[in-house]
């Protein structure tokens, strides 16, 4: 999975899709690579696991080896427009830029191509060894992957068409890119993670590289004759629950993929606690 040059991480909404995105990022940085960690939607979650207060458009130095960012749409448009296609910045164009900022955010396609272009930019053409983005939840994980094909459809022709098809071309290489899915062991993250997996392979959009389960519980190591031989009390709830907890959460992987289980990280609070203990778990997973 770290031999690529991006990781588009998705997940339900708190399933922990930030914290493994920090941690990612971080243990590549252990591990002497350059990383770039992108927060695509909402930089909150991923400053936090990062020990920062918020991220920028602009790359901020997080640890030898480790920056990170958040894509901001207006200026990741103006820079697409400049960089890309060698037209002045929006602010610049006067009455058009009314028009450009009516298209971006009506056309189809055309706030998510601006939103995964940057991320894809950057993989391609940054000084990094790997690019971890930060990405959008499984519900809107699907408009983001396939916006390079959907704006193609819409433009025909030209220099946009061009930067579409090597857009596509990266996203579906699945030797450099690949789709990080996270998850809990419950009903409605797991039916989600399920759907969204046999979307992405059905339309052939990304390679999934890893299905990551969050918080899971380990066996109590106890017999249930035992528990049962218990004194009614806090010590016999407690057993009673975990064993009840664990047995569910059981069900629910056994419909999962195989992949890395990140075990509740108990007594841990802060999210940057959590980000680094999982880095440092991660390769025993």
Known sequence: MFDKRLLIITGKGGVGRSAVSAALALRSAYDG???????????AGLAAH????????TPTRIRPGLEAMAIQR??????????????PRVAQL??????????ASTAPGIREVI???????EARSGPWDLVVADGPPTGQ????LRAPTTVARLVGTGRVRDQTAWMTHLLTDDTATGLVVVTIPEELPVTETLQSLEDVRDEGLITTAAVVVNRTLPALG?????????????????ALLHTALYEEQQRWLRDLPDGPQIPYLFGLHTPPEV???????????
Do not use: C
């Open 33 to 43: 690579k350059r990383v770039l960690a992108v927060a695509m939607t909402d930089g």
């Open 50 to 57: 990062l020990g920062v207060d918020r991220l920028s458009y």
């Open 74 to 87: 207006p200026a990741a448009l103006n820079e697409y427009l400049r960089v890309q296609l060698g037209v």
């Open 94 to 103: 006067g009455p058009v830029a009314r028009a450009f900022d009516a298209v």
């Open 115 to 121: 939103t995964i272009g940057k991320v894809l930019y």
């Open 141 to 144: 994980i699907g408009s983001h």
């Open 222 to 238: 106890t017999a249930a004759d035992d528990i049962d031989h218990l004194e009614d009390g806090p010590a016999k709830e407690a």
């Open 275 to 285: 980000a680094a203990r999982i880095a440092d778990l991660w390769r025993a997973l």
